[in-house]
């Protein structure tokens, strides 16, 4: 149970800067999700928590020690890895008790510390097995009761869930969020799976390329993303953005309609900028089968390339300006591919990021 | 007509049958035999003598030959012992260069290409009392002022049949264990540190259990390289002085060639086999034990 600080913390591998100087800092029983596309630092971010990497510069805080020069034994943290690394002599019961064997802490501790753990993650048939003999959503249990029988400051999960199938991925999902319900503590949790990072999280700390695009609940960075790269990254199906020119309170969309700046967008824009409009396939869809309207909204026709039936909804898929826009239709009827449709967009719930910086003009 | 017609699969055996039987067999056999005889190189017709057990009696009764089996247990628990633990030092150290490691594994295994006898001539130079390697350092730098006769003082002579023997074979151990340290996930380790280990519990705990299953079989095959020594010793001292350095192979040699006593010499050497087929089967179950336990076995 404590704070983790990041200063201004650097990661380089000789001349290769990784990780540029990032600043964050997570709250006490807080589940912070690190997200981003692979190769983006969040595992070195994890590993430099953990003590496995040397930080190259800045300072690392967990509670109210600087942990820069520990080595990871001594910074009472737990890890699971991505691919368990559990300890293939021992069975379930020792790989479980191991960190405590080596504190030496008394037989009855130990036993019942595993006990509970086994209890927490029904592990109690399986305790005199190896882990050989063990499927792999047993094996990620047992690394993830081997963190929780430390009582560890924080726990850190590195990509625990991706070498799991999808049906078993929902349902360990689902597991971590309840124990971290039971067992009140930080978490640091590091993935490539938005929707996993939406559906843990406190927070969410969105990286690139060694630097943070952002953080915010899952809500904040899904409604209001900093830049069109969180934009893309977080939701699914990702953000339609279209590149155009703000021109007398209107954005005309290059070879497309023209779109009204929306209203948290007005005063924000001068005539002329380039900009890039951003909108989710739930905020356009064809007139009568869209939410009602509330705010303002703009309607333009569309030519629908193809569409995906989903059931409740179908997903369609056409072009404005030359680039492919995802919309969404409800309560949806047959639509044939090549029908021309008028489309609602609601203004209100749309984007506006500057064409230059990329960045929100929230 | 009918011809006797063997069985295709006979047929397809014959060639490796005959090849076994000229290479293996018979001559087993006939070293077996001869085991029962009193046969001697110079006199041919002994071969044909039956003596009973009489050779193996003389051998069990023989304080000689227990010197030498046992003095073979001695160098076989000593050498082995420790060029598993230098092997496994090497190896670690060799495991953590990052720059050159290639080169130093290769520069690891030349003493395994030098022919066992050079080894045993260098080192009989090196140990020489008058003009050695070592009597020369040792006065030059003042430690002793005497020739210490290395490979006249019968305890002197073991050792320096030991240090030739760790010098030639310590990579054996080193490069096996070097190849079982290669295979070491870097995961199980990393949550080992993360679950508090200190380097050496990590070592203890973690990377031992997986290098043992390379350990074993280094002992394995450097037990059956031990029990069968002979060209080292035989060059170094020729199992002298007065018989203080003579292992069960130089015995036997001895025994079968100089004094041409070839029947007892096979006696001899079928109880030695024991020896070799004991420590063989033993490293064995180790090995297996040290699977299962990583879940390896099959």
Redesign the interface.
């Known amino acids: 149970m404590a704070k983790v600080n990041l200063r201004k913390v650097v990661k380089k591998y000789g001349a290769l800067q990784v990780v540029h100087g990032i600043d964050l800092e997570i709250d006490d029983n807080e589940f912070v999700v690190l997200v981003g596309p692979s190769g983006c630092g969040k595992s070195t971010t994890l590993r430099m928590i953990?003590?496995?990497e040397a930080i190259s510069d800045g300072e690392i805080s967990i509670g109210e020690r600087v942990v820069n020069d520990l080595?990871?034994?001594n910074r009472n943290?737990?890890?699971v890895?991505q691919?368990?690394?559990?300890?293939?002599?021992m069975t379930v019961r020792e790989n479980l008790g191991?960190?405590l064997k080596?504190?030496k802490r008394p037989q009855e501790e130990i036993d019942r510390a595993v006990e509970a753990a086994a209890q927490i993650l029904s592990l109690s048939e399986y305790m005199d097995r190896?882990?050989?003999?063990l499927s792999g959503g047993q094996r990620q249990r047992v690394a993830m009761g081997?963190a929780i029988v430390?009582h560890p400051d924080v726990f850190?999960f590195d990509e625990p869930l991706s070498n799991l199938d999808a049906k078993l991925r929902t349902q360990m999902r689902t597991e971590i969020k309840k124990l971290h319900q039971k067992v009140k503590s930080t978490i640091v949790y590091v993935t490539h799976d938005q929707v996993e990072a939406m559906t843990l999280a406190d927070r969410i700390v969105i990286m690139r390329d060694g630097h943070i695009e952002q953080v915010g609940t899952p809500l904040e960075v899904f409604e209001t993303p900093a830049n069109t790269f969180v934009a893309t990254f977080i939701g699914s199906p990702p953000m339609n953005l279209l590149a155009g020119r703000v021109a007398d309170g209107e954005i005309a969309i290059e070879g497309g309609p023209q779109i009204a700046v929306p209203d948290p967008f007005s005063g924000k824009v001068v005539n002329g900028q380039e900009v890039i409009l951003g909108f989710r396939s739930d905020n356009l869809m064809p007139a009568g089968h869209a939410m009602p309207m509330e705010g303002g909204f703009t309607e333009f026709d569309m030519k629908v390339d193809l569409s995906e039936p989903l059931g409740t909804e179908t997903l369609l898929f056409g072009s404005l300006a030359g680039k492919e826009v995802q919309a969404k239709m409800l309560n949806p009827r047959p639509v044939s591919d090549g029908e021309e449709l008028r489309f609602q967009l609601d203004l209100t719930r749309c984007h506006l990021f500057d064409a230059n910086s990329q960045q929100s003009l929230r | 007509m009918s011809r006797f017609r063997p069985p295709p699969w006979f047929v397809l055996l014959l060639p490796a049958i005959i090849i076994l039987s000229a290479v293996v067999l018979i001559p087993l056999l006939l070293s077996l035999y001869s085991s029962f005889t009193p046969y001697r190189l110079t006199r041919p017709e002994t071969l044909y003598k039956w003596i009973g057990t009489y050779n193996y009696e003389k051998a069990i009764e023989s304080a000689h030959f227990w010197a030498a089996f046992g003095r073979t247990i001695l160098l076989l628990t000593i050498a082995l012992n420790l060029e598993m633990l230098m092997g496994l030092g090497l190896a670690l150290l060799v495991n953590k260069v990052t720059y050159g490691q290639r080169t130093l594994r290769t520069v690891m295994m030349f003493p395994m290409m030098f022919s066992p006898i050079l080894v045993g001539f260098q080192f009989k130079f090196i140990f020489n009392d008058n003009v050695g390697l070592v009597n020369n350092a040792l006065q030059s730098l003042g430690l002793s002022n005497v020739a210490i006769p290395w490979l006249v003082d019968g305890q002197l002579a073991f050792f320096s049949i030991l240090v030739a023997e760790m010098w030639s074979s310590t990579s054996v151990f080193a490069i096996l264990i070097l190849a079982g340290l290669f295979a070491v996930p870097r995961d199980p380790i990393e949550a080992a540190k993360v679950d508090g280990c200190t380097p050496w519990q990590s070592f203890r705990h973690i990377t031992l259990p997986y290098i043992m299953p390379f350990i074993y079989i280094a002992l394995a095959i450097r037990s059956l390289d031990v029990a069968r020594a002979y060209d080292i010793v035989q060059i170094m001292t020729n199992g002298g002085p007065a018989r203080r350095t003579e292992l069960l192979w130089t015995l036997i040699g001895r025994t079968g060639y100089v004094d041409a006593k070839m029947g007892y010499a096979n006696a001899m050497g079928y109880i030695s086999i024991f020896l070799a087929i004991f420590f063989t089967i033993y490293f064995f179950r180790k090995l297996n034990a040290a699977r299962s336990e990583l879940g390896m076995a099959g």
């Open positions: 953990a003590g496995l080595p990871p034994r943290i737990s890890m890895f691919n368990y690394a559990l300890y293939p002599h191991f960190s080596i504190a190896k882990p050989g003999a081997r430390r850190l």
